[in-house]
């Protein structure tokens, strides 16, 4: 009983697994993501920024990359289920765009306040 529970809690990380791939290939706007992500982590290094500021920028990437893949979630869950255009629909789809913006502004605040010190 033990060994089949194991089995599908290892199963549930293969999907979620299968989801981030998924993710990470069809999904241009994560790219972008990622590449600023690079830049950050780059940075950081340049910098020799603090344990306390790697930790806000970890939280602020995950935060926005994870905001991009709830957007797509709610995109193509939209789609599936109103392919004709519905104003409500393409609210939803603009609501879910507009978090992912809240996120990386906010994100991009956290950059200037920790970065801005190392530079002046």
């Avoid at 910098?47 to 994870?66: P, R």
């Avoid at 869950?77 to 004709?84: A, D, G, K, R, Y």
Wanted: proline share 2%; with cysteine.
């Amino acid at each position: 009983m033990e060994s089949f529970s194991i089995k599908k809690r290892l199963k549930s990380f293969t999907y979620a697994w299968k989801g981030i791939r998924g993710f990470v290939c069809r999904e241009h706007n994560v790219w972008i993501h990622l590449t600023i992500a690079m830049l950050v982590i780059i940075a950081g290094f340049i910098f020799d920024i603090e344990k306390f500021e790697w930790v806000a920028i970890i939280i602020c990437i995950g935060v926005v990359i994870a905001a991009e893949a709830f957007n797509t979630a709610i995109e193509r869950l939209v789609n599936l289920v109103s392919p004709e255009w519905h104003p409500i629909a393409g609210e939803v789809k603009d609501i879910a765009a507009g978090a992912v913006l809240i996120c990386a502004i906010a994100a991009a605040i956290v950059g200037l306040v920790i970065f801005i010190p190392y530079i002046n």
